[in-house]
């Protein structure tokens, strides 16, 4: 008995502890999924680098009246990744942003030089 005690007890633990496991502390300020780019910039300042991509992207074909035809593309999913250099003792970090919503935080190996990261 004790020792369901004990393991009920570590599980709860656990899960509390594991709440903000997935974000990304910006000196005091703490960012996570969910997040829009605005609260990010506010928190965390500019990143070190901005990639920015499409997923998706689709192309048409359209036809005016003198039946030229026209090429165009439509971006099915707007991506920006922001990277944060935190230094030699820390590490770069990919915040994912999908149509302006923090969906994913990584890192992306060690930094290099000084920390360009708020409170880092």
Known sequence: MKTLRIFLIGIIILFFCGTNAFAFRCGTGLVSSGDTKARVKIICGQPTTIERFCEGQKTYTLADKNTKTKKSKKCG???????????????????????????????????????ECLGK
């Open 77 to 115: 999913n707007k991506v920006e990744v922001w990277y944060y250099n935190c230094g030699e003792n820390d590490y770069i970090y990919a915040l994912t942003f999908e149509d302006g919503i923090l969906t994913k935080e990584d890192t992306e190996g060690h930094g290099k030089g000084k920390s």
